[in-house]
Every structure is written in structure tokens, then in C-alpha cells.
């Protein structure tokens, strides 16, 4: 017997005060004796082991009163593992809903088969045992698209078992939360005097765990919920999570390096071989161990060969019993050129140019993959990459086209050697770009300065494998800049010996709180009279490096970071796309379902490239503990079933049961009645002995 509104039997307790009241009127009391009242005492002590009998049965008639009312309350439900085993107990109309897990951990393979086909086994054997005529039926897939295949009970056993056979593994987000509240939903509408709700799941602890919070406050507990875990214990299974490519921005000859980063999820060592194509092409296949719960690295190197969107993926191909999360896709983005936008108007920045480009310098017919234009004032913002100026001075118009600007692009400024300290401060307050002011200008020509503080973790920092760049390097003259607060959005990237900063790194964000272009700010002037560097060989890479840092774009990065799930809409919205069009580059049917991207793989978005990918939140396959979950979800009447025993015994023996609620009811009302009338006839008995002897006094 097992009892579906368990919590209900904390009221037992209540079954003491019967006895406490019955200890507390037997206290010892000082007694007044009066002569008067001594043949009434002879007359009653005849009758006292009478009435004592009398009372101890009253207190044990409350006392099952109390249980019984509790035991009805908390819906017992007794089970015979065979159907009419005891005559006198008849089969009950029957409205079940089965939740199967089709997440795609359930694609773990145990014992030559998947744990999906073994789920399905077991919901087809508990449709054998059910028989009668006006059962009622319900099919829930967690993780499918359309989760409920029955939105209305149905009475037609053939086109639930046909649903529970066609079930397939889901790349989607597992909803056991959801499923829990359309059981309860279904079960609503059924007038059925016994419903069920069958689970049958892995128990995945984050899965579990999770939606802990919700079902506690969402699920109503109204229905048995039969958890029926399967799940393997001895498993292997690591996955791809994510790729980490080193220079977001390269071109055509760069050589890139696209680092897969594998996760060993389970407790087992794990032998793996992992295999990388880039644009349809096998670049790398390596084998690594990986020890329980450890992260890795696999280091690709890839020779770009074209300009464009170029996808690719790697994959685990032997070592896995979970083949699901195996593959993890990435896309790289590969600019035919940068369109740079130069303001030098007094030929200040004749080094940074010929760093960039030294074919623009000397022969401008010569093309690259860098577009150099000049411009005399601040240029328009359509059409721009990067632009790079040296600050003389901006009028209100200035400012106000340079913010367009960085609603597109990057900006890389460095002050102009007659800078007015004023109007850059000016320029600083009404941008708002920049949380600082400019102080002073430092010079000293005997005593050059030097740059002594570099964070060398920035990404301006990626290719130089000699971390002292900035060595021996005479800086003459630059300008104080005191920085008002260090938000999230600055980072000072090099300092002087005396603390001041050098470099400057700024995100520059709308008042919308959407993050737009980065700003680099100098607070010295590259050229030969105001330092040594440029002569440095570390000079023109620095320069390209920053250049390519600037012109990545976030949306750029986006372009992995999409997962199973999403809807199309939210794609267009994040890429920005003129036409909306989405197609799976492999041509393959059912990718796209009710609007929802439901497959990973390589997308084509207008003339864009995605890579979409699962939750990996699936491959970890940790189990939590029935027991755990007994104690979490307080919300549900919860009977487990975590081996064949458990199943024989429990799941289906619950077919052949039934709910005594009703029958403790009818008994604690008998009780009730019989209490009342012992009550009232040992009131009567002892009421007329102590009339009789008053009326003699």
C-alpha cells in the first residue's frame, strides 16, 4: 500500500490528543470530602471499573477516528500484482499519461541498445496489462518539438502504442517541468477514478535538479507520479563543448588556430579519437585520454583558402557511448578586405598608415585586403571598418558623426602634438566615450619615458611570442590622462613607470545599453619625433594586430553561438538580416520545425553561415538519487521504480490497484457514530446514579 498525498500523514500526530486530553482530566486533584456525599462514593465505586473500561474505549474510538480521517486524506492506494487476485476488489477505470524522456542523453548506449528503446519497451509493456475498455491514454516526448501528442485523452490503445514506437531522440531542451504541468492539465479533464501519471526518464541530476524550484511551486499535487528511472550505470561519454578560435579576424594565407575543447563527463577514462573538417575538408585527427570530469584542448591549425564564411566541425569518432553530442560545429568569418578610414590632417600618422600598408605608401596601385581613404574632416559612417584619427579638435557635428561611427565600427585615436587640452576635454564630456580628462602634457626629451606595465593577456598581445614588446622604448612626450572610475568597459592595456596610462581600451555602449564599436586611445603620438617605436620591428604587427581587433565585430562572434531551440526570428534579429531566409546547408528535412531550429548543423542566413549546436547541459549523465528527489519535489505523490523488481512490484502491480480513501472515510464516520452513542449511553448510566442518591440526601 502506498499513499499518493504522502505529506497528508504528518497529521497522525494529531491522533495524541484523544490521549492527552484523557491524561490531563485524570490529574490528581485535592479532594474536599463532605459528609453529605459519602453514600454516593460507596454507590459509585461499584460501578468504576464499568465506567473506566468505558472510557479507555471511547479514547481508543477517537484516537481511530483521527487516523482514519488522516489515512483518507493522504489517499491510500493498495496494489496486487495480479489482476483479480482478490475478488471482492474490481479493476478501476484507468486514465494514464506516459512522459517518456526523448532528450538525447536517452541516446546512451547500454547493453547494445539505446536507453530510448528501453524506455519505450517498458511503456509498451504497461499498455499489455491495461485491458479495460474505458482506460484513457496520453503520450508526453519531454524534449520534442510538440511534446503532447494527445492534448485529449484518447480511448484508441493502437494509436498510443503507434506514438510510444515512432518516438526519436530530440535535440531540444529537456522540459520535464512543462510535461509535469500538461500531465496534470490532461488528468484534469478526465472523470476516471484512478489517474496516473508514468515518468520514465535517465534522472539526470542537472535535469532534475534544475526544475526543482518550479515544481514545488507550479505542480499541484493531485496524481500519483510513478518515476521509472533507466539509465545505464557503467557509461562513457565526453562531448565537444565549444571551439575557441585564436584571432577572430584573419584573411586569406592566415593561418588560423581553431581549438576544439572536449569535456570527459563521465567517471570513467575515456580514450577518444577527434577528427576536425573545415570547409569540407579533413584538417587534423588526433587521439587523446581524458581522465574523469577533465577538460582538453585539441590544437588545428588551418591554412585559409578563400575569403568568405567558412564552416566546419569537429567530432569524437570512437571512444563514446553517446554519439548525440559528438559533433560540435563553428563558423569562421573571413573578410576579403577592411575598409579603414584615415583623418590625418597635418600627416601625423604617416607611420600607423605605412604600418598598416606599406604597399599604400609606396605604390598605390598595389591592392590588399586594407583599404586605406583619407579624409580631411570626420567621414560618413557607412561603409567604414576602423577609423583612426589624431585629435586636433571637433566641433559639435564632429562629435556627433564620430558617435555614428561607432555604432559601426571601431575608432583608434592618438592625440595630435598640438592638442588642446580643453577641447579634447570638451570632447570627452559630450561623447561620453571616454570616463577621464586630460591633465597636462609630460615631456622630457634627457629623461625619456618608459612603458614598463603591459597586460600582456589582451589580445593586441596574441601573436608576439617575445612578451617584452615594449623594451628599451623611448617615449619623449605624452599626455596625462586621470581616469574619473574603472568601470567594466575601460581596461588599461599598458602604464607607464609612474602609473599613468599609456593605452586605453574603452566599449563603447548606447544609452539602450547595446554594446557598439571599442575604442583604443594613445595617449602618445606614434611618430619619429615623439619616440623610438616606430623604428621597433614590433611596431608594424602591433599595428596590424590592432587593427584586426578592432574591426571583429560581436556579431561576428555570433555566428557559434547559437543552439538547438532557438527560434528563426531570433536569429534575424541578433544577425540583422535584410533577406529572411534560413536553409540547413545539408538540405536535410525536418531542421526547422514550427519555426524553431530543432537539428545543430551548419545554417545558411541569407548570405551568412551559422553554426547551431545542442545544450551540452545533456551530455552530463550524473543520475540524481530517488531519494533526493523524494525529498525535493514536495509537490508530488512520488513511487519509484529503479530496477525490474521495482517495476514488476510497484508499476505494474498499479494497474490492478485500488484507492481505499474512501472506504477509511466511511470507516472513521462509523466510528464517529459509534463514539457518539458509547459517549451518550455512559451518560446516561452514570447521570441517574448520582440523581438517585442526591434525591436520598
Do not use: C
Not at 522540459?175 to 484512478?194: H, M, T, V, W, Y
Not at 609606396?362 to 557607412?382: D, F, G, R
Amino acid at each position: 500500500m502506498i499513499f499518493t498525498n504522502a505529506y497528508f500523514l504528518i497529521g497522525l500526530i494529531f491522533a495524541a490528543i484523544p490521549l492527552i486530553l484523557h491524561l490531563i482530566t485524570k490529574k490528581q486533584i485535592k479532594i474536599l470530602k463532605f459528609p453529605s456525599l459519602i453514600f454516593i462514593k460507596k454507590a459509585m465505586q461499584k460501578e468504576s471499573r464499568k465506567i473506566r473500561i468505558t472510557e479507555l474505549l471511547l479514547l481508543i474510538i477517537r484516537t481511530l477516528i483521527i487516523v482514519f480521517l488522516v489515512l483518507s486524506l493522504a489517499k491510500p492506494v493498495v496494489f496486487y500484482k495480479t489482476p483479480g487476485k482478490f475478488s471482492a476488489v474490481s479493476e478501476e477505470d484507468k486514465s494514464i499519461v506516459f512522459i517518456l524522456d526523448n532528450s538525447y542523453s536517452m541516446g546512451l548506449i547500454s547493453e547494445g541498445e539505446s536507453l530510448l528503446k528501453k524506455s519505450k519497451r517498458i511503456a509498451l509493456r504497461i499498455m499489455q496489462r491495461i485491458t479495460g475498455d474505458d482506460d484513457s491514454f496520453s503520450l508526453i516526448l519531454t524534449s520534442d518539438m510538440n511534446r503532447v501528442k494527445f492534448y485529449d485523452l484518447t480511448f484508441n490503445k493502437d494509436d498510443v502504442i503507434a506514438n510510444i514506437q515512432d518516438a526519436k531522440i530530440s535535440y531540444l531542451r529537456n522540459d520535464l517541468f512543462g510535461s509535469l504541468q500538461d500531465a496534470e492539465k490532461i488528468l484534469d479533464k478526465s472523470n476516471n477514478p484512478r489517474r496516473i501519471i508514468y515518468l520514465i526518464t535517465d534522472m539526470q541530476k542537472n535535469i532534475f535538479m534544475r526544475d526543482e524550484r518550479f515544481v514545488y511551486q507550479y505542480i499541484k499535487n493531485k496524481y500519483p507520479v510513478f518515476i521509472i528511472k533507466n539509465s545505464a550505470e557503467q557509461r562513457k561519454n565526453s562531448a565537444i563543448i565549444k571551439h575557441q578560435i585564436s584571432m577572430k579576424l584573419n584573411f586569406k594565407g592566415d593561418t588560423v588556430a581553431i581549438q576544439p575543447i572536449v569535456k570527459n563527463f563521465s567517471s570513467l577514462q575515456n580514450n577518444l579519437i577527434i577528427k576536425s573538417i573545415i570547409n569540407n575538408e579533413a584538417v587534423n585527427q588526433k587521439s587523446i585520454p581524458l581522465k574523469p570530469e577533465q577538460k582538453s584542448m585539441v590544437n588545428v591549425r588551418y591554412i585559409i583558402s578563400r575569403a568568405g564564411y567558412l564552416g566546419g566541425y569537429s567530432e569524437i569518432t570512437d571512444g563514446d557511448d553517446l554519439a548525440y553530442d559528438n559533433r560540435n560545429y563553428f563558423v569562421l568569418y573571413v573578410p576579403k578586405s577592411i575598409n579603414i578610414m584615415v583623418k590625418d590632417t597635418k600627416n601625423e600618422l604617416f607611420y600607423i598608415v605605412n604600418a598598416i600598408n606599406p604597399a599604400y605608401v609606396l605604390n598605390k596601385k598595389v591592392k590588399s585586403y586594407l583599404n586605406i581613404k583619407e579624409y580631411k574632416s570626420i567621414p560618413p559612417a557607412n561603409g567604414s571598418d576602423i577609423f583612426i584619427f589624431s585629435y586636433d579638435n571637433l566641433d559639435r557635428a564632429g562629435i556627433s558623426k564620430l558617435k555614428k561611427i561607432l555604432l559601426r565600427a571601431s575608432i583608434l585615436i592618438f592625440p595630435s602634438k598640438d592638442l588642446n587640452i580643453n577641447n579634447f576635454n570638451s570632447f570627452l564630456a559630450k561623447s561620453r566615450i571616454v570616463e577621464g580628462v586630460m591633465q597636462k602634457r609630460n615631456e622630457n626629451k634627457k629623461a625619456p619615458f618608459q612603458i614598463e606595465f603591459v597586460d600582456y593577456t589582451h589580445p593586441l598581445f596574441d601573436i608576439f611570442q617575445d612578451l617584452s614588446i615594449f623594451k628599451n622604448t623611448k617615449i619623449f612626450s605624452y599626455y596625462k590622462l586621470k581616469l574619473d572610475s574603472m568601470s567594466y568597459n575601460t581596461r588599461i592595456i599598458a602604464r607607464f613607470a609612474n602609473n599613468d596610462p599609456a593605452i586605453v581600451e574603452y566599449n563603447y555602449v548606447t544609452r539602450d545599453e547595446q554594446a557598439s564599436g571599442k575604442i583604443l586611445l594613445f595617449t602618445f603620438l606614434p611618430d619619429k619625433n615623439n619616440t623610438d617605436f616606430v623604428y621597433n620591428p614590433n611596431f608594424p604587427p602591433l599595428v596590424h594586430q590592432a587593427v584586426k581587433y578592432l574591426v571583429n565585430k560581436p556579431e561576428e562572434e555570433a555566428y557559434s553561438k547559437f543552439i538547438t531551440g532557438q527560434t528563426v526570428d531570433d536569429v534575424f534579429s541578433i544577425l540583422e538580416v535584410k533577406q529572411k531566409s534560413i536553409e540547413p546547408l545539408t538540405k536535410e528535412e525536418g531542421s526547422i520545425i514550427d519555426n524553431v531550429i530543432v537539428k545543430p548543423g551548419l545554417y545558411k542566413v541569407d548570405k551568412k553561415l551559422i553554426a547551431v549546436n545542442t545544450d551540452y547541459e545533456e551530455s552530463d549523465l550524473k543520475s540524481v538519487r530517488m531519494k533526493d528527489v523524494i525529498k525535493n519535489y514536495k509537490g508530488l505523490s512520488i513511487i519509484s521504480a529503479e530496477n525490474k523488481e521495482e517495476i514488476e512490484e510497484k508499476v505494474f502491480s498499479s494497474l490492478s490497484a485500488r484507492s481505499l480513501w474512501k472506504l477509511f472515510l466511511v470507516i472513521a464516520l462509523i466510528l464517529l457514530i459509534l463514539e457518539q452513542a458509547i459517549a451518550n449511553e455512559l451518560y446516561k448510566y452514570i447521570m441517574p446514579v448520582v440523581s438517585k442518591y442526591i434525591k436520598r440526601r
